[in-house]
């Protein structure tokens, strides 16, 4: 890579790819912006992956039209050449006597080596970097960190480590916990990081080269002067979402990308969006109540994530803290410990606190009842209360409040809870409604449509951690795996994320229960450039199974399998069909999605590649979403239950699909009696096959691998269904086969996903 150069421009002494030398020997690069006259400046710094060349303008081009259209001060007063996504702007900080520090963090921009994002290497790096620029000559040995989101969140991870010369950090809806905040909501694994890193990382990555964009101020390219290729970009970065879905609970993975809050004692100011549900403001007010600083102080603001950083609220502020700690000058000794702009249904008002939770906060219960109602007394008697887990849930809401009425805080929800499976995911939603029962939601840090407040849980991490846990914000351990016993009831502790909203009289509060996202409507055309996802309540936040889609047919016995593992495991998918009858499998379309030209095909994520056969697509659900597992913990029992998954899905069932049919018909000129003598043969060969398995060997019970469901259950199932719905089999001779279809099709799971149920399967009889 060429060397450092600088240059006098716009009022500011800019030094591009200036290298500093990590203790690993790999260089990465910076832009520093400084004042023209010599001199030692104190510094904010940014360390992060979004290419300090790339321009806000050309790789976020949605977000900054609409910040610049609704906030013209954001542009004022900069030629704005220099603005870059979630970072300051040194046209705006350089004239206040600061050096600006943008370093390209590893594997990102025009640092090369390989990605792996808050890693204990990355918060290694940006810790070197801070005490490199302390250590300049135009330093004054204060280092400030300030910025959004990434550049927010590894501020607490490197402020664990102490460097020296770190003085003051503002962490802009800044998440901290990489488990609780950002991974796993409640234990429910997050889809957002591997979009995000999709079209948000992979996009800049050092090598892209000649393949990426230029600078548009520099002319540098913005990824490296090297074009590597695919190969080599693959493997100079981490399997992030992989990464993430090999670690369902918080371990050491997880810990070494999450803060060490008795560790967090420099001076910061803690900045949460209220509408920031889904990844930051959860860690804005845990470091604020939990870090072991004496100088710290939270700010709380509505609308887009990225705007109030860049409006000269949002700059002001940070500039009064950093003049306060890097030059000790200005007001901000004075500034009361807590700053909330308080949410009304029309505008935000500004209040100043002294602690956070408020200590005048008066502590309401409301109670569910059977009913639908929401209420400050408890019903005179229980009852339950049943609804779909991937349906629309349960809403209970109030009476109309009678006057004004100010919720700002943490809210928490306990719920008694039983599930017909063994494990059950709770999305937990807070919401307000108008007289007429519109649904009050705000522009949140994403979502233009985003609702009060919102919590989730899965019901197998219910485990508290006793001493973290408060009343208003339950602390789950989420260390191990609780199944449910079906049927039997457990009590959840729901955090939900601290809110704000001032309601009118006249409007009613509500709490939505659902087993899947929230969804403001179906539809709703909202987008963002560096999204995959339309903006539908919940953002890009999204939870895995909501952006499935499964090609399959109602009749196909390999897709009936894939429906089932989906039902169990709790997980949504679109079901696209693909009419075998009508030979719509060999498409154009479809086998551009699966080359075989068979189903099902499973899409995890827009644009991603798709998972085929059905066995494989069962064990990567089971890998990705553990709870319930479909196979045995010891080898010889997982070996087991592949083996007579096997025998139907792989003996069996290929002899009996449309293609063999189609050739005995068509090549083989064998009459319709024929045809069927032949499937009945080889459907009933499989099943009695597997009988003498589970006739003989001990490890057969209730399932056919003791009474734990799994992949082979389902396998048997589907096999049993040909012989049964399509073949009309005399199934007298697997007796035992049988009694497990029968113990299976008491299940939601495997009854509800019956080819014959569905709704395809109409227009066929």
Same mark, same amino acid.
């Given at each position: 890579m060429a060397a450092a150069r600088g240059e006098l421009r716009d009022g500011m002494r800019v030094e591009w790819d200036v290298p500093i030398v990590m203790d690993d020997g790999l260089v990465l690069r910076a832009d520093v912006f400084r004042p023209p006259e010599d001199g030692r400046y104190p510094v904010i710094l940014s360390y992060g992956p979004y290419a300090k060349g790339l321009a806000f303008q050309d790789g976020y081009p949605s977000a900054w039209q609409r910040m610049v259209a609704e906030h013209p001060d954001v542009p004022h007063g900069s030629t704005n050449k220099y603005q870059a996504w979630e970072v300051v702007d040194p046209e705006k900080w350089v004239p206040e006597g600061y050096a600006c520090v943008r370093v390209d963090s590893r594997g990102a921009g025009r640092s090369p080596g390989h990605i792996d994002h808050f890693s204990p290497r990355e918060t290694q790096d940006f810790y070197q970097c801070i005490e490199w620029a302390g250590k300049q000559r135009w330093s004054s040995g204060k280092v400030g960190l300030n910025g959004i989101s990434y550049y927010g969140i590894n501020q607490w991870h490197v402020a664990s480590l102490q460097p020296p010369h770190l003085a003051a950090m503002c962490i802009w809806e800044g998440a901290a916990d990489w488990y609780r905040d950002m991974t796993h909501h409640g234990g429910i694994l997050c889809s957002f990081?591997?979009?995000w890193y999709d079209l948000q990382v992979k996009t800049v990555q050092y090598g892209l080269g000649e393949r990426g964009p230029r600078s548009r101020v520099s002319g540098a390219l913005v990824c490296g002067d090297e074009t590597l290729s695919d190969k080599q970009l693959a493997a100079n970065r981490c399997d992030f979402g992989d990464d993430i879905l090999a670690h369902p609970l918080d371990d050491d993975y997880h810990k070494a990308r999450s803060p060490q809050w008795e560790s967090v004692t420099v001076p910061f100011l803690s900045a949460a969006n209220w509408g920031g549900q889904g990844l930051h403001p959860r860690g804005n007010f845990e470091g604020f109540v939990r870090a072991a600083s004496r100088e710290k102080w939270l700010e709380v603001h509505g609308i887009e994530h990225w705007t109030h950083f860049y409006t000269d609220y949002g700059r002001k502020l940070q500039l009064r803290f950093f003049d306060h700690f890097l030059k000790g000058k200005g007001d901000w000794a004075a500034q009361p410990p807590v700053q909330l702009q308080v949410r009304h249904l029309d505008r935000f008002v500004e209040r100043h606190e002294n602690e956070w939770p408020l200590a005048r906060t008066k502590w309401v219960k409301m109670y569910l009842h059977p009913d639908g109602q929401l209420k400050g007394a408890a019903a005179a008697e229980s009852r339950n209360v049943a609804f779909e887990a991937l349906g629309d849930g349960l809403t209970f809401i109030s009476e109309p409040v009678v006057k004004e009425a100010e919720i700002t805080g943490p809210l928490a929800a306990h719920l008694t809870v039983s599930s017909t499976t063994t494990d059950a995911d709770l999305f937990v939603v807070f919401?307000?409604?108008?007289?007429? !029962?519109?649904?009050?939601?705000?522009?949140?840090?994403?979502?233009?449509?985003?609702?009060?407040?919102?919590?989730? !849980?899965r019901a197998s991490h219910r485990k508290l951690d006793q001493q973290l846990t408060e009343p208003w914000r339950p602390y789950h351990t989420h260390d191990e795996s609780q199944p449910l016993e079906p049927g039997k009831p457990v009590t959840l502790d729901i955090e939900i994320w601290p809110t704000s909203i001032v309601v009118p009289p006249g409007y009613r509060l509500a !709490?939505?229960?659902?087993?899947?996202?929230?969804?403001? %409507?179906k539809s709703t055309g909202a987008r963002l450039s560096n999204f995959k996802n339309e903006l539908r309540g919940c953002g890009p936040f999204l939870h895995t199974g909501d952006s499935m889609k499964l090609y399959g047919f109602w009749r196909s016995l390999a897709t009936y399998r894939v429906r089932v593992a989906l039902a169990l495991k709790g997980l949504k998918a679109e079901e696209i069909s693909i009419d075998l009858l009508k030979g719509k499998q060999m498409s154009e379309d479809y086998l551009a999605v699966n080359p075989q030209g068979v189903v099902p095909a499973l899409i995890i994520d827009e644009g991603g590649p798709p998972l085929f056969q059905s066995l494989a697509i069962i064990e990567y659900l089971n890998e990705t979403q553990p709870q319930p597992p @479909? !196979?045995?913990?010891?080898?010889?029992?997982?070996?087991?239950?592949?083996?007579?998954? @096997?025998?139907?899905?792989?003996?069996?069932?290929?002899?009996?699909?449309?293609?063999?049919?189609?050739?005995l018909e068509k090549e083989m000129r064998q009459d319709e009696s024929a045809r069927n003598r032949w499937l009945a043969h080889w459907t009933m060969r499989a099943l009695e096959a597997i009988e003498s398995h589970l006739a003989n060997e001990r490890e057969t019970g209730r399932f056919c691998h003791g009474d734990q469901l799994t992949i082979a259950d389902i396998c048997v199932v589907s096999q049993l269904i040909g012989a049964l719905a399509y073949f009309n089999c005399d199934t007298s001779s697997v007796p035992r086969a049988m009694r497990i279809y029968s113990t299976c099709m008491e299940m939601d799971a495997f009854s509800r996903?019956?080819?014959?149920?569905? %709704?395809?399967a109409g227009a066929h009889h």
């Open positions: 990081w591997a979009n919401r307000v409604f108008t007289p007429d !029962l519109r649904e009050v939601t705000f522009m949140g840090a994403i979502d233009p449509h985003t609702p009060i407040a919102q919590g989730w !849980l !709490l939505s229960v659902r087993g899947r996202d929230y969804e403001w %409507q @479909l !196979l045995p913990q010891d080898p010889r029992g997982r070996a087991r239950v592949r083996g007579l998954a @096997l025998i139907a899905a792989a003996d069996g069932h290929p002899l009996i699909t449309p293609r063999i049919r189609n050739y996903a019956h080819p014959l149920k569905q %709704q395809a």
